[in-house]
């Protein structure tokens, strides 16, 4: 059974950072693309960031502007997000997605590439 967990979420004023991790088990996480969602209240989902097994060349949401860094620990099957200069836009719930790899990079963009999701944790940016 695949269990895909997040934690590090909270409440944070803007301008602060947080720290989001995954803990992903039941499959073989060197197989996934990893990424990380966001649904801010009444808005759609949308991608935050991916990354490949390889950690090479990670994606990045256009409103991210260098503010977050995506990375994974493939020893120990995790992936994390780091988030610096938060604003009260970022406020959402973030979940963390594993995709099977090998397909077209560009595709691992859409919520539907993905296979597995965790339950969510809730990011709150203060103003």
């Known amino acids: 059974q695949v269990q895909v967990v997040e934690s590090g979420g909270g409440l944070v004023q803007a301008g602060g950072s947080l720290r989001l991790s995954c803990t992903v088990s039941g499959l073989t996480f060197n197989d996934y693309v990893m990424g990380w969602f966001r649904q801010p209240p009444g808005k759609e989902l949308e991608l935050v960031s991916c990354?490949?097994?390889?950690?090479?060349?990670?994606y990045y949401g256009d409103f991210v502007r260098g503010r977050f860094t995506i990375s994974r620990d493939n020893g120990k099957n995790t992936l994390d997000l780091q988030m610096n200069s938060l604003k009260p836009e970022d406020t959402a719930m973030y979940y963390c997605a594993a995709g099977r790899s090998g397909h077209p990079w560009n595709t691992y963009r859409s919520p539907s590439r993905y296979n597995y999701w965790g339950q969510g944790t809730q990011v709150t940016v203060s103003s």
């Open positions: 990354i490949s097994y390889l950690g090479v060349n990670p």
